[in-house]
């Protein structure tokens, strides 16, 4: 049975809160460019981006990252057959601080070709993460800068997040 | 008994009296409260206000112990059109508390007119009187009304409200106890100080975070409270309410402005920039803080009245200071603007393990 731990009211306040520590650690937010890690994460990316232009009248860039041809968790002839490339980023990110958004911070697979993705494209002077929920399980050493909601989780428990662009709703379910 | 209040002015409106039959004189407010009448009258904030509740049938929603915000209520008198007799819980009749509680009250006046008057000439000072001849007029003309509301209400000794999470300290410019129920809820183990304790004194206390509260009057009356939040902030995370955001904002060179429509609602729109959200939430101020000043600082505007385009929340950039001008405790009014507790609390768990001091 899937049970709603997260409402809209408060991922739409778990958003607008890291938006606010992303303004506050950096001290403005200039040079910042956001990342979001399809599919989720791009809907997370644009949403703090319209919230930083809302409170800092500043539009900054957003950019969709598609991480398939990275990952290390997909069979490698899965990877041939599809025989992808990655497709470039639509702006330099050399010098910039890239914060890299996702929905779930699970193992930290995703992240991690993510961070392959973004270092094949150019050289950032600093990479952050934001994620709307952290269920803890990590396989690799990466950790949040900014977190929506840690969940802790058991392994066999699934952890689905719904959005309004794609889903029809904002909530987080567990089942 | 036939009553009159009188308006600084010289304009009469006259009345009945009920409640306490004394004299009595202060800065007349426009309350559009439809509930709640027991927490506006019992609100520190009301120190040296007469309320006028603009509500036909005042106090039929019932008047409940457990909604009181002071256990010493400073109210200088109520305004009414009508009082209910009964209240839908059987509970005390409005008329009657008010005499309970010793506070002077005057009914079957015309509120539309009144209420009207006040939004088209601004806040006045006001006296409900038994007459109103010459002498009665010169006399509320030439009354100076007091400007140290705060040392009033502000409690003398500090006091604990202990529980077992973050620990908080409560500057007291006239807290409303609604504040301390929703840190209670939130486990805060506060402790509630006279509003000119040093910043030593405070520190001394360890806190987390520190609440600078509600409070009545103007903000320009507390110069040493100012002085105080440009130490307290490079130290500790920091929260203002109504009064409290005001100076927090003073203390960063922020100017503060009369509203010409001054907030005394229990619902009233405010919305959150950021996320467009709009939230309905009891504002009960006077003041507000220039836009024209917020450019030039270090704060971000978070919320702001639909109705007026007024601010109603600041943030700092880079210190961990969040303030609101309407009363996220609501009391009375809806619930919406509990978040903002949460907030700081969120506020104060992701700075604790960080270097942001100055």
Not at chain 1, 50 to 79: G, H, W
Not at chain 2, 228 to 238: A, M, R, T
Request: hydrophobic share 35%; with cysteine.
């Amino acid at each position: 049975m899937a049970k709603e731990i997260i409402d809209g009211q408060t991922m739409t306040r778990a958003l607008t809160r890291i938006t606010y520590e992303i303004i506050e650690r950096n001290k403005g937010i200039d040079d910042l460019v956001l990342v979001g890690i399809k599919t989720r994460g791009v809907f997370v990316a644009h949403r703090i981006e319209s919230r930083l232009k809302q409170l800092e009248n500043i539009s900054i860039p957003v950019a969709e990252l598609d991480i398939t041809p990275y990952r290390d968790d997909v069979a490698v002839n899965e990877k041939d057959a599809q025989d992808y490339k990655a497709e470039p980023l639509d702006f330099d990110i050399s010098n910039k601080h890239v914060i890299l958004t996702d929905d779930v911070l699970y193992t930290g697979r995703t992240i991690r070709a993510a961070m392959d993705a973004l270092m094949s494209s150019g050289r950032p002077k600093k990479i952050s993460l934001a994620v709307l929920v952290d269920r803890g399980h990590r396989e690799l050493p990466i950790r949040a800068d900014f977190v929506g909601k840690n969940i802790p989780t058991s392994q066999k428990e699934k952890i689905r997040v719904f959005m309004k662009e794609i889903d029809g709703e904002d909530k987080v379910e567990i089942e | 008994m036939k009553r009159y209040l009188i308006l600084e002015d010289g304009t009469v409106f006259p009345g009945e009296g009920f409640g306490s039959s004394v004299i009595t004189t202060g800065q007349l407010v426009i309350s559009n409260n439809r509930t709640g009448i027991e927490q506006s009258v019992t609100d520190p904030d009301a120190e040296g206000q007469i309320i006028a509740f603009t509500i036909p049938g005042v106090g039929s929603s019932g008047i409940n112990r457990d909604f009181y915000e002071s256990i010493n209520y400073q109210c200088k008198g109520v305004v009414i059109g009508s009082a209910s007799s009964e209240s839908v819980d059987g509970s005390i009749s409005f008329e009657d508390w008010i005499t309970t509680l010793k506070i002077p009250g005057i009914k079957n006046v015309d509120i539309r007119a009144l209420s009207k008057y006040i939004y088209e000439h601004g806040e006045v000072k006001a006296s409900i009187m038994d007459t109103h001849d010459e002498h009665a007029i010169d006399q509320i003309k030439a009354l100076v009304l007091p400007t140290d509301l705060v040392k009033q209400v502000s409690t003398k000794q500090s006091y604990p409200n202990p529980n077992i999470g973050l620990k908080m300290v409560i500057v007291d410019l006239g807290l409303k106890y609604s504040i301390l129920r929703q840190l209670s809820y939130r486990d805060c183990n506060s402790v509630i100080v006279n509003y000119n304790s040093t910043p030593e004194e405070i520190a001394s206390l360890h806190p987390e975070g520190i609440i600078f509260s509600n409070g009545p009057g103007d903000p320009k009356d507390l110069p040493k409270t100012i002085e105080n939040i440009k130490v307290l902030q490079k130290q500790f995370p920091i929260m203002g309410i109504g009064l409290g955001s005001l100076l927090v904002a003073m203390a960063n060179d922020c100017q503060i402005i009369k509203l010409p429509n001054p907030h005394h609602e229990s619902s009233l729109a405010v919305k959150e920039v950021a996320s467009g959200k709009i939230d309905f939430v009891n504002h009960n101020h006077s003041y507000t803080i220039d836009q024209k000043s917020i450019g030039s600082s270090d704060f971000i505007v978070t919320n702001i009245c639909v109705a007026d385009g007024s601010i109603e929340g600041i943030r700092h950039e880079f210190l961990p200071i969040i303030s609101v001008l309407f009363e996220p405790e609501a009391a009375p009014g809806p619930t919406d603007g509990y978040y903002v507790f949460d907030e700081f609390i969120d506020l104060i768990n992701s700075t604790k393990n960080q270097d942001w001091s100055i």
